[in-house]
Structure formats: C-alpha cells, structure tokens
C-alpha cells in the first residue's frame, strides 16, 4: 500500500452519544455479544452516530438485520431524542413487516432513548423482544458500532466538510442503498446483503419445491 501510495482509512469517536438513564429498567441482554442469525428478521441492533456540519451537530440511526447486515432502517435527525429513534424503527417495521409470531429480538446500547418507555411500548407493540448490552461492556453492541465505523470510514470523513443537512440525508440514503445492495461484506461471504437474503429465501423455496 505505502509503495502504491494507498492508507486506511481511519476511524475514530470523540463525541459521546450513549447516556445511560440509571432510574428507567432495562431488559436482559438476551444477545451476549453473539450477533449471529440463522435467518432474517431473527435479530436487529440499533445504534446512532454523529456528523459533524456547517449546521451544527447532526444524529444518524441505524437499525440492521444481523442475519446479513442489511441496513432496515435510518434516520437523520438534529437532536438524540427518542423520536429520532423510533423513526428510524418505525421505517425497519415498515420495510420488513416482522410477524409476530416468529420470535425477533432488537438489541441496542443501554442509551437512554433506547430504553426510553414509548420505544419500548413500540417494541411491546410489534412483538419484538428488547435486549439491552450489559453495562461497562465495550462490546455490548459491536454490530451496530461496527456499521456506524464503516458509515464514517466510507461516506462522512471521505466527503466532509458537511454543509446541509440536507446533503446529508442524500448522501446517506445514497450510502444505504450501495451499502445493501452493493457492498462485498466478508461476513456473509462476500456477497451483499441484499443478494445474500435473496439467496436464502430463493433456497427456501426450492427447498420447499422438493419437499
């Protein structure tokens, strides 16, 4: 790399975005770091990051299908409120339409949006299991952390300064989008995620064709 004049790109976090609220309950930790799924809407994890803009500090959240590490849901928003979070749940419920029945658990950080009681009436509502990260535990949501990485790695420090947060929200959609349907994710052997869960139902179906 050094001969071709090529460097990493570098990831790094300076602003604080999980403030724990020590008086609300929070559930188990029904994950315990093991993020693996055996198929889709199995088990999501929610975390939120920040941009830096001409605009002042912007807030982007993630809600990701651990199955293949699709992006479900995401939202822009100016403040860490737990609105901004339940919007970007709102679009993942919207976008995949998880059956009750069939057992999911959303896993999150123990910020204070995430277990706020409207966002965890809302999971109560969809039939969704919560899970929250033990605390003082830096890998209690690593997923998550590690899609946020590659969000600023690949768009936000390649693209910076940040004028709008108009610009923004384009660029992330723009971003989500190559991110699913284009990016080459070693994890699930280097295919992307939208190919990786076509793939998986295109086997049920044959499966169930034979059966």
């Known amino acids: 790399m050094r001969r071709r004049g090529l460097r990493g790109v570098v990831r790094g976090k300076v602003v604080r975005t999980t403030t724990s609220d020590t008086r609300a309950p929070c559930p188990l930790d ?31 959240a993630f809600v990701i299908d ?3 590490r699709r992006i479900v849901g995401w939202r822009v928003s100016s403040s860490m409120n737990t609105d901004f979070v339940l919007d970007a749940l709102e679009q993942a419920l919207y976008a995949r339409q998880p059956e009750p029945e069939n057992a999911l658990i959303h896993h999150s950080d123990r910020g204070s949006q995430y277990v706020s009681i409207r966002y965890s009436e809302r999971l109560g509502e969809a039939g969704i299991e919560p899970s929250v990260g033990s605390r003082g535990d ?17 768009l936000i420090h390649r693209r910076a300064p940040w ?12 971003w989500v989008s190559w991110f699913n349907h284009h ?25 169930a064709a034979t059966a």
Not at 138 to 154: F, P, R
Not at 192 to 199: G, L, S
């Open 30 to 60: 029904r994950v315990n770091r093991q993020f693996k799924a055996d198929r889709p809407n199995q088990l999501w994890v929610s975390d939120f990051t920040y941009v830096s803009t001409w605009q002042g500090w912007l807030y982007v």
């Open 183 to 207: 990016r080459l994710l070693g994890s699930i052997g280097y295919v992307p995620p939208a190919e990786a869960e076509a793939t998986y139902y295109r086997q049920l179906t044959e499966q």
């Open 138 to 154: 830096s890998y209690d949501n690593a997923l998550a952390e590690t899609i946020n990485g590659l969000y600023k790695a690949e």
């Open 66 to 68: 651990v199955f293949t």
């Open 163 to 174: 004028r709008t947060r108009e610009s923004l929200e384009l660029a992330t959609l723009e």
